[in-house]
């Protein structure tokens, strides 16, 4: 198995065991039983490489419709939270500079994920941590019309914060350890 192959299996089993299971997302069960999920690995380890990446997949999102989401993994570079901070600010306006807006929008997930004012052990920070940095690329449109059919859809992170709180810090490291390790439960 090569290694892109291992990493895109490690995030696999993060978002089935703890995204799906956990129903972080209540709308990735359906894109991921359809094959609609897209998992990209990049070595990019500068800023600049990465925005290229990035750019790469929007333009593989506009060229293939039957690819709902991507979740584009830094393998190798921006484990520092506040460097992949400052890839995600810098993604986010390269979306807007492109007329992206509207179109896609990112979501962050990074293995040391903490939320402003939080401190880094609360078990909330565990609804965006995973086992890579990656940046999730979502269609907009797609997402407005799951929420327009999703009760109290403003809720969400909050729900996830409580469901996290209630497995705890302990144990949701776990389940991304396990992810790493190979082994799903």
């Known amino acids: 198995m090569s290694i892109d192959s291992k990493i895109i299996q490690q995030t696999q089993c993060w978002v089935e065991s703890v995204i799906i299971a ?20 990049s070595n990019d380890v500068n800023i600049e490489d990465a925005l290229h990446s990035v750019v790469d997949e929007f333009q593989r999102l506009d060229i293939s419709p ?46 040391d994920y903490c939320f402003a004012g939080e ?18 690329l979502i269609r907009e ?24 709180s209630e497995k705890g810090a302990e144990q949701m490291q776990s389940m991304l350890q396990r992810c790493l390790e190979g082994r799903k439960h």
């Open 22 to 41: 956990l129903n972080f997302c209540p709308f990735a069960r359906r894109e991921v039983e359809a094959g609609r999920v897209h998992f990209q690995v």
């Open 66 to 111: 039957e690819i709902e989401t991507t979740l584009l993994i830094f393998a190798n570079g921006f484990n520092k939270f506040d460097d992949y901070l400052e890839l995600l600010e810098l993604a986010n306006e390269l979306l807007v500079a492109m007329h992206y807006e509207g179109i896609y929008q990112l979501a962050s997930f990074h293995p």
């Open 119 to 136: 401190r880094e052990n609360h078990a909330g920070n565990y609804t965006n941590r995973s086992p890579y940095p990656m940046l999730h």
């Open 141 to 164: 449109g797609s997402l407005e019309r799951a929420l327009e059919n999703y009760p109290d859809p403003e809720t969400i992170p909050e729900r996830n914060i409580k469901v996290a």
